[in-house]
């Protein structure tokens, strides 16, 4: 199992309904067939970090993470969500495989994609406020 996260907040000029239209964006990405279990909501964390909101998702292996990265509905998504993104917290993910090379692993995937979108490293820029955890 391989769990990804991250929690977000929106930025002050996103209407209400810009808002209720990422989350359900999110909601269609987060039950994809590549994805086990999906969740989008309100963040329980520290509120002093500002991060209203969170998302995640599970996996069953990291070949079905893999297709998850290039999902049409992911792929389709995201240039209409991070736009909206204040701030951006990803991570930590997890597993409960032990493979002390996953987390490069992991990363080998992020590179693919963004060699093969340049755009989607691009559009990641616009986020303010970006921090892998």
Known sequence: MFVHQFRFS???ESTEEQR???LAILRRIASV????FGAVGQNLGDPVEGL???YFASFEDLNAFERYLYEPVHLEGDPQIVPHFKKLAIGPEMSDDMDPDLNAKVAALHERKMAKYPEWGALMA???EMRFV
């Open 52 to 54: 209203t909101h969170a």
């Open 20 to 22: 209720a239209e990422v």
């Open 126 to 128: 616009v986020v303010p």
């Open 33 to 36: 067939d590549s994805v086990s």
């Open 10 to 12: 929106f930025k002050d």
